[in-house]
């Protein structure tokens, strides 16, 4: 979402820079031959970012940030985290950014109530003119978390089209492993306790008794790998559920698939699930935060309770007998993210309200 206003706004000839606290994942190089976009790396942390080693990086880091927003005397700073609208708003209210704005994208995994007071005292007192919610579940959330409502904004995040190139299906199976007849499910998000994909595998067994060549792709990485490896193995579903990890080709996987899973016990609104529906995939989700408000049931998919694998083996075969209702559902859910949930849409809104906060302030 950074990646995408940041060059929707470099291309309208606003100067644009990407300001990153650290660089866990080494993504710095990789992106910034992504983007004509800056991208600065502040160092602010070594390692997990946790121990006493990051107090001089992390102070250095925020010197860094000041010092940047005071040379480069930046009109609009909006950060994309809790942790960067913690760290990074402050620093911008010294340095005098005119228009600060902070952003919520859903409930955070860990995140204490003593901070949560803090990051609603600082949208409520502005250090950030206005909290940015990406859906009306996260408006509510942010309402839950103490913000008051007068200091919220919905604009809900936008996509750009994925680029699916003419790659044949049958090629894109044969690398995953799969015969071009397979029933191809794809999940993709960290592997984390969030996105409950343990649920998925939970639910594959009752899938495999009826279609014995349905196959699950489930791309992310995170710490719950391990675990998932080890329940895939217990259930025997080591030829039918795979975790390729993460790819730079998920468009030609969810554009060489039939079903899009999402067990999620928790969202915002996610990207994945744009990203699927653009590329004309029929979903299975559950109706959290945010999904529901993308995803229509019985249009562009089926909803389930959450942590519930017996309801989600149930939707998906539900799909997987009605191959008709699959490619139905496709189209609408690719016609609904292209009209609805486009970068142009979101960025207009974001700029718009930049302009007003500005002539406001």
């Known amino acids: 979402v950074l990646l995408d206003q940041a060059h929707w706004f470099h291309e ?7 300001i990153f606290l650290y660089d866990k994942a080494g993504l710095h190089e990789k992106w910034q031959a992504f983007t004509p976009v800056k991208i600065i790396n502040l160092q602010a942390f070594r390692g997990h970012g946790k121990g006493l080693k990051n107090i001089f990086p992390f ?11 005071r040379r480069e005397k930046i009109d609009v700073i ?3 985290t809790h942790d960067s609208n913690m760290v990074a708003l402050p620093i911008a209210w010294l340095a005098r950014v005119p228009v ?21 005292w600082m949208v ?13 579940k996260t408006r509510e959330v942010s309402l839950s978390e103490g913000v008051r409502e007068e200091r919220i904004a919905v604009i809900t995040n936008g996509i750009v089209p994925l680029p699916i190139e003419s790659r044949s299906r049958l090629e894109v199976r044969e690398e995953a492993g799969m ?9 993709v998000g960290r592997l984390v306790y969030q996105k409950a994909h343990e649920v998925l595998v939970a639910c594959m067994p009752a899938v495999l008794k009826e279609f014995p060549n349905a196959k699950v792709l489930i791309f992310g990485e995170g710490p719950l790998r391990i675990d998932l490896q080890a329940q895939i193995e217990k259930l025997g579903l080591s030829n039918s559920v795979k975790l390729p990890g ?8 969810l554009a060489s698939a039939d079903v899009f899973g999402m067990p999620s016990r928790w969202e915002g609104l996610p990207i994945a699930l744009l990203e699927a529906m653009s590329a004309g995939l029929p979903s299975v989700a559950t109706k ?11 249009e562009h998919g089926l909803f389930v309770p959450v942590e519930n694998p017996q309801a989600l083996a149930q939707a998906i075969l539900q799909l997987l007998r009605d191959p008709q209702a699959r490619s139905r559902m496709g189209t609408a859910a690719r016609l609904h993210i292209s009209t609805k949930y486009t970068v142009d849409r979101m960025c207009e809104q974001y700029l718009d309200l930049m302009l007003n906060l500005n002539e406001n302030r």
């Open 12 to 18: 309208r000839g606003y100067k644009v820079s990407v």
């Open 59 to 69: 102070i250095k880091g925020l010197l860094s940030l000041w010092g940047f927003l």
């Open 78 to 80: 909006e950060t994309f």
């Open 100 to 120: 600060r704005i902070a952003t919520h994208h859903g409930v955070i995994e860990g995140f204490s109530r003593w901070r949560m007071f803090i990051h609603s």
């Open 124 to 136: 409520n007192h502005n250090i950030a003119h206005k909290l940015v919610a990406v859906s009306q």
């Open 179 to 187: 015969d071009v007849n397979d029933l191809m499910l794809v999940s």
């Open 246 to 253: 993460k790819t730079d080709q998920i468009a030609q996987y």
């Open 288 to 298: 959290v935060e945010g999904v529901d408000e993308v995803l229509l049931e019985g």
